[in-house]
């Protein structure tokens, strides 16, 4: 019965389904999936399959809060339903992903209406890497008729720089693009910069592309303000409970495609950016301080962290 | 008669000839051959051959300080001279070429003896881009036995840092190379960073290949020694009278060799990374903080102010 | 019907009424007599002449925290009430009110008392402007018998400070003052800086009288202690959903009477001090961070945000 | 009645109980004895026994935060429950005391699961006095197999520093000591540092042995991650209204037996480090920002504030 | 025969004459009509009237560093001198006199050429006060056809902003005025923060005008460039020999014409800018680190340690 | 003939000599003994025994800046000479260390004059070990009337901190003793931190009894002046060729007599101070900056680097 659920873990594994948003709604889809499929005679039998589907999607990757998230709620949904009956628990399970899947489409919506907000006229904005939550809220406060100038890191080893000033230009924004390192450079005359996330912690920390953390640092001494933008769906529970935030190490070729014998190449594909280092979160609760976000899950997503 | 000084001009403007030494060494040699072939009859006709050389020379780069300090020692022996004949100042230049070169030389092994005792046994170096001063030190380092390792950024745009990866690994020191903008990530293992210098402002101040500054903050931040290694005939003494420190603006196409249309890419080769950031230099002198350099450049190079 | 509120919003505007505490008491009055002369014979028609009374007076001035959250809290108040008539609308509207009133009072009162804790005997606090939470609790601590001096800055434009120091005077409070650029020179000999809020972001940072994060600034750098005094319902939620932080500019004329033709003068009536330089606010909820204190607003005051 | 609360609290008073945990255990204890005893006949008067138990415990030490909580949750059980016969009182007592002890252990437990997470294995790990919360999570992550050093200072003047090395040392795990003002020497190749807790304020600062806030300083200025490992029950709801954290003054013999006449000898047992040097609180709750203390407070221990 | 002394420092005692460079032009004319009109016989008599007629100089300012040092100049030439007739040594006067204001005159131009180099087209500068060194420097900078806008702070209590903003407005230079504890707010906004000197001290620190050091406080914050603009002759050698720099306190009435009864009031007329706040001195050498002063004044003016 | 070079190496080494000034002072009069009782016939002979003595002598101690430069003044005479006899030599080398003695104690009263007028009335001085020249200073500020406290660290492991506050009390100061690590606690009450040094290196960082930087560190985060007092001959010229500075590890016996079996126990003597926390040196050439030493001592002591 689980066979939906194998199969998208697979293409999850293999990067055919690549990004925070769109892992989480094919695990999410596949579950509802295999649900609809269940032989389960018992809610007991039912919830054991469940739990098997959630262990295989955790698998695909070392840490994807999102879609992990997504699992634990429907999981939440079920262990806390009084209903008894496999009809009525797929039916849980249908509403619960359509309910993940709305909640994250209005998040996305919302937040780039409260961050259109904080776009300046006549000002310059720095992000780093490529986020669509970021793009969307620039190009949402573009369509509101601000004016201002994006500047793009190109985004080593991968490039997603580029894909960021495409983005940018395609919707009619003054675009500059640098290679990372040329940040600091051009710091001081940037009015904002704001970036993604692919994580967060308990402790306020952002886990983001590689070179985050550098930047926000330049930002941080020519006093420049410094936004993440993120669903808050992004929390990672597990660092709650002591985990390390996972640092994927990707391959060396995305560095250098024939490296000379004998050299090693570390490629971390993410670093950690300290709470000191955010001016706010923006989600979809409004601008929030990264101190306090254990707090803000406690109160909005509780069962995260069941 | 300034034929030699025109050959060599255009071949640095058109890059064949590259690189501070080359292009000093380069430079001198034409004074040299043009003083050869003069058909000045006076002293003041010499004079005002040697001042158009070196405009001519000044001229095919907005700054390269090694160059135009050759040029300015070799006008200063021949003014300070009170010889008078013709074949006598030749004699002069010829001496004066002769002293630079060989001084420039003995700085770069002095420089090796004195920083590679300040590399540390199983201790782990980082450097940005490629500086043949810098990495001469690494081997003079790993000849008298240290053992150490080293980390090279990749140096975007042109992977300069790949040179140095690849002139380490000969060398038989285990290197590593990220990409720039890991330079934090990696900051709080790294013992001592050093990196080479294009130029030295008169406050203290160091320019060299981008994203030195953004490295020299990162080690700030993590209480990591950096150093800058470099000859004192770098030292720029345009700045001293006000100039701004020259950041050179290279091709888009280093970046990327087919953006959309509509993008501006920004390409400087340098940043200044300021003397508060830096332990020390090492230099020729010994290792000196970049605070008391105009005054070591009084007391040892004071034609330079001429 | 809504005359008292159009005859309040005309006072507000012309600066007759001043001082939040003053607005906010003033609307709410106001709003309690419009509804005691309604003419609405519905709910709906009640509440739709309550809304447009709102929007009167938020009107009045660009931001006033404390002023909208009373309002605020009023028309909570009628919309979570399942009452129906008219009267029983109005006789809410009165108890709202009074409740407001009697919190802003108990808030004051016991601000004075957590706060005069705080003040330690032989100690020296330098306070900027003028507040009359900071000077009430500082009052209280005389009274308590703790002996400490007062710094005062001359707060320029207008001289705020002048006012504080003949409260403290009259106190019995030995009394400095200084002009505002010298806060930094006697910084290293201040034991404690306190100093109001106009209104606080969802970030946790402090809008307040212009120089206060300069003072904040000196007080970070010699490790003086700094903490706000304040209701916390001078927390503005517009800042939650992404607007910034509203800073009214004021008359030229405050600044120079009669400057040079061609002369700009500007005039920003606060600044913003952020999160990282506040040690605590002092509140009637207790010592708080100001990283929680959305956290806080949403437990203890949560109609604010509806 | 109150016999065994007064026998506690003599001993307490004269040091014969000591640490935060052993006197808790004691007070709590000496108060279940004492309920039992009761001669009470009314909820009043027993209640009026508890009242004065409580003052008596509280009086015998300046600060004891976990001791003070535990009392507070007894008192909240009783005040909060509407049972009324005397034998269900002193029932309520011994639940909760039970309560109390079993979640004080897990807790400990708990901390010690979570916290021996963050204990990288090949790291060093430099900790400050004697916490038994610290050495219990050391222990955990030896067992687990981690393979990790410690350096412990000294902790002058009695020396706690020792004990932990023994600790240390019995658990097979390698020690290194070092005098208290060596730690900046060797900051630099330190990856964690973890100590306990005395008390925690309203503000997220902590009381701990005295030289915690310099270790953290230098460990901020280095970027090493400076965590706090204890129970939030150490929290001080007075430092909530106002009051300073108590600093215990201990004799000066501690320092110098025979020190020469007119010697004035300072003797803090404790220093406040500031919420922002502390990456983290490790407890109970997982690990969270100082900075969300209050509010982590007032969800789990709400009685706390009564 | 100290007539012209005497008077002369009759009017500098009663700030007839006001200004470092007004006041040292004075001092020196007096003491060479003083020469003029000597009796001494000798050349003993001589130098013991000239030792009295800079003791009567020095006595009418606590602190005047280049009225000082062009006395200590005559000294020097008188003292170095073999000549022995007065005539001779009245002629050394007049010459070193001469000298003096010459050098003070060219120091002045050579300044402005190389300041006004700093000065980049569409920039911001942001200065403090009144200086006639800096308003020179941005007169040159606006006639060599430099596009530039100045903010002044109004400089409490005597407002010598207003007289740099006229100055500027007469220049055709865009001019914006703000109250001094505005700094910090348009801080970001500011390309260049340039000030003048009351004094230099011997450790590289800068007295200027009471707020002087706010603003490079918040300059530095901003990663904002903040130089001095100053003569070197403005170096104080007393502070070389251990004195403090000495705060000239000015009159109350200054900050309020009718204070209340026991108000105290303070009026230091300057602070100290530490030399890690200052990018560089713009001086008649070049621009150098504050850090190199004392060594650039052995170099340059030896006879100032006489 | 070296027999007396012997016998003082022996005392040196043996620790019979200690402390910088004896150990130098002991050499010194073992070279000139030496000299007296040569058998050398010829000037070249007599230079051989010379420069024995000179390496018997710097073998003592790894490193001693003072000692190694007093010998090196005597040989710089030497050579520089151009004297031939025996008899001859001999007395340059008694000439050459009369004066270096007459210049060490004129450098110390001169030292203690200049520093003396740092201390303010009424101001707090915290000190850390014990330094023969920092004591002469206070003394001497005592002398000349000033009031003031002196707080002394106890300085572990051999509390020479004892031995300062032994020697103010018997001179009249109030004196107050602190462990070490309280030394962050008391720090905002301190207004000035002196210490002495053990060596002064190229860069201008100071070595002094471990704990030194820690103090400085936390001075530097209090805003209170931290300055260094030394003689400058305690400069080391061998860091200015690349040498590390020599940090000695002691005795583990000094830190805890019967330690735990496979306890490790370090015990450095010395740690760094960083130029950066320095405000000023205060030496015999008055206040300088920590920055310019190599250029002060290229001024003053240029045979240092021969």
């Known amino acids: 019965m689980l066979k939906p659920v194998l199969l998208t873990a697979e293409r999850i594994k293999s990067l055919k389904i690549q990004g925070a948003r769109n892992v989480a709604i094919a695990a999410i889809k596949a579950i509802e999936a295999s649900a609809k499929e269940t032989k389960a005679k018992t809610k007991k039998e039912f919830i054991r399959e469940l739990f098997k589907a959630k262990r295989i999607l955790f698998a695909t990757r070392e840490t994807e809060p999102l ?24 039916e849980i399970i249908s509403q619960a992903s359509k309910m993940f899947l709305k909640d994250l489409e209005n998040s996305k919506k919302r937040i780039a209406e409260i961050g259109a907000k ?18 969307h809220l620039l190009k949402k406060a573009k369509t509101e008729g601000k004016n201002f100038k994006i500047i793009c890191t190109e985004t080593r080893p991968v490039f997603q720089g580029r894909r960021t000033a495409k983005e940018m230009l395609e ?29 967060i912690t308990s402790e306020g920390n952002v886990i983001n ?16 303000p410094f936004y993440i933008v993120t669903e808050l769906l992004k929390f990672d529970p597990s660092t709650m409970y002591g985990d390390y935030e996972k640092i994927e190490e990707r391959s060396p070729k995305e560095i250098w495609k024939d490296p000379p014998k004998n050299l090693t190449i570390k490629n971390p594909a993410f670093d950690i950016t300290r ?16 101190h306090s976000v254990i707090e803000v899950i406690h109160r909005k997503y509780p069962w995260i962290f069941s």
Request: charged residues 20%.
């Open 67 to 90: 879609m992990r998230n997504a699992l634990r709620l429907i999981v939440a949904q079920i262990e806390s339903s009084d209903k008894k009956k496999i009809v009525e628990l797929v």
């Open 118 to 135: 904080r776009i300046r006229n006549d000002s310059i904005i720095l992000t780093h890497c490529h986020s669509s939550t970021v793009t």
């Open 171 to 199: 919707t009619g924004i003054k675009t500059t693009l640098l290679v990372d390192s040329a940040a600091r450079f051009y710091m001081n005359r940037v009015d904002l910069v704001i970036v993604g996330a692919d994580a």
């Open 209 to 224: 592309k590689i070179g985050t953390s550098l930047v926000a640092l330049a930002a941080h001494e020519a006093r420049t």
């Open 275 to 290: 709470r000191n280092f955010i001016h706010g979160i923006i989600c979809e609760e409004g601008i929030i301080p990264p």
